[in-house]
C-alpha cells in the first residue's frame, strides 16, 4: 500500500526546494563573466613575420644574415619579447661573443654573462636544454650576474641551445621587460625557429664547402693542363719522353725554388707570347 504521508513529506520537501529556487532567481544578481585576455599571438603578423623568415631560409644567405634574420624574425613574433640576440661560445678568438641581435642592448646584457660566467644564455649553451627564467630566479641562480644586468630592467629571460655547428655551440636569447613574459608556448615556438635555423645554417655551410671544393677542382683542372702543355713544349725542344719532360719540371722549380705550376705557367705565356709577336 501507498504511504499518504510519505507522498505529503515528499511533496512538502519538494515544494520548500522550489520556493527556495525561486526566492534566489528573483533577487538582482551579477553576472561573472570571465576576464576579456587578449590573445598573445595574432594570426596574419606572425605568418607574415614566419613567411619573412622562410624567404631568409631558401635564400642560401650567409650564416651572418641567417641569425641576424633570426633574431629579427623572433622578435616580432614571440609576445612579450622586446629584446634578441644570438651567442656562440667556441671558436670565437676573444672567447664567447653575442654574433646578431635585434637591439644594441643586448650587446652589454650578454657581455656580463661573459664576464661573470654565468646566465641563462651560456646554461642553455652549455647544458643543450632551454632555459625560462625570470628575474627573481635569475638573482638566487646566478648572482653575480643579475647585480651586473639589474639596471637593464629585463624581467624574463628566455634561452634556447643553438648548435650552428659541430664546433659552435650558442644559445638563442630572449629579453622582456614584463616579469611573465614568455610561457611555455613561448618555448615550443622558439625551438621551432632554432631547428629552422640550425638546418638552414647546416645546409649553407654544405654549399659553400661544396663551392670551395668545386672551385679547387677547376684549379687543379686548369693546373693540370697548364703542365701538360709545358711537358709538351719540352717534349718538342728537347726531343724527350713525357716522364723525362715532367722530371725536368720538376728539377727546374726546385732549382729555382718555384712551384711546378708557376714555372709551368711561365713556360706556356713565354711560348705563346713568342707566337703572338711573330
Same mark, same amino acid.
Given at each position: 500500500m501507498i504511504d499518504p504521508s510519505g507522498i505529503a513529506m515528499e511533496s512538502a520537501v519538494a515544494t520548500s526546494f522550489d520556493a527556495e529556487v525561486s526566492a534566489a532567481m528573483s533577487v538582482p544578481t551579477r553576472t561573472l563573466l570571465p576576464p576579456i585576455v587578449p590573445p598573445r599571438y595574432y594570426p596574419d603578423s606572425a605568418l607574415e613575420s614566419v613567411g619573412k623568415f622562410r624567404e631568409l631560409l631558401l635564400s642560401h644567405s650567409s650564416v651572418e644574415s641567417l641569425l641576424q634574420g633570426l633574431c629579427e624574425r623572433v622578435a616580432a613574433v614571440v609576445p612579450g619579447t622586446d629584446m634578441v640576440g644570438v651567442s656562440l661560445l667556441q671558436n670565437q678568438p676573444r672567447g664567447p661573443a653575442t654574433v646578431a641581435c635585434s637591439d644594441s642592448r643586448v650587446v652589454a646584457i650578454e657581455s656580463d654573462q661573459y664576464l661573470t660566467d654565468e646566465g641563462p644564455g651560456l646554461e642553455a649553451a652549455r647544458t643543450g636544454r632551454i632555459v625560462c627564467v625570470r628575474v627573481e630566479h635569475v638573482r638566487s641562480r646566478w648572482p653575480e650576474f643579475a647585480s651586473k644586468a639589474a639596471d637593464v630592467g629585463v624581467r624574463s629571460y628566455l634561452s634556447a641551445p643553438l648548435a650552428v655547428d659541430t664546433e659552435h655551440a650558442g644559445s638563442l636569447n630572449l629579453y622582456s621587460f614584463d616579469e611573465?613574459?614568455?610561457?611555455?608556448?613561448?618555448?615550443? $615556438?622558439? =625551438? =621551432?625557429?632554432? %631547428? /629552422? #635555423?640550425? %638546418? /638552414?645554417?647546416?645546409?649553407?655551410?654544405? $654549399? /659553400?664547402?661544396? @663551392?670551395?671544393?668545386?672551385?679547387? $677542382? &677547376?684549379?687543379? =683542372? $686548369?693546373? &693540370?693542363? %697548364?703542365?701538360?702543355?709545358?711537358?709538351?713544349? @719540352? =717534349? #718538342?725542344? *728537347?726531343?724527350?719522353?713525357?716522364? #723525362?719532360?715532367?722530371?725536368? @719540371?720538376?728539377?727546374?722549380?726546385? *732549382?729555382?725554388? %718555384? *712551384?711546378i705550376k708557376d714555372l709551368a705557367a711561365r713556360l706556356v705565356d713565354t711560348v705563346v707570347g713568342g707566337h703572338r709577336e711573330l
Open positions: 611573465h613574459g614568455f610561457n611555455d608556448i613561448d618555448e615550443v $615556438l622558439v =625551438m =621551432m625557429f632554432v %631547428t /629552422a #635555423a640550425q %638546418t /638552414a645554417v647546416y645546409n649553407s655551410r654544405l $654549399l /659553400a664547402e661544396a @663551392l670551395a671544393e668545386v672551385e679547387g $677542382l &677547376r684549379t687543379a =683542372m $686548369l693546373t &693540370r693542363s %697548364t703542365i701538360d702543355q709545358a711537358k709538351g713544349i @719540352l =717534349m #718538342a725542344v *728537347r726531343a724527350i719522353s713525357p716522364d #723525362a719532360a715532367f722530371a725536368a @719540371l720538376s728539377e727546374q722549380s726546385q *732549382r729555382e725554388n %718555384t *712551384r
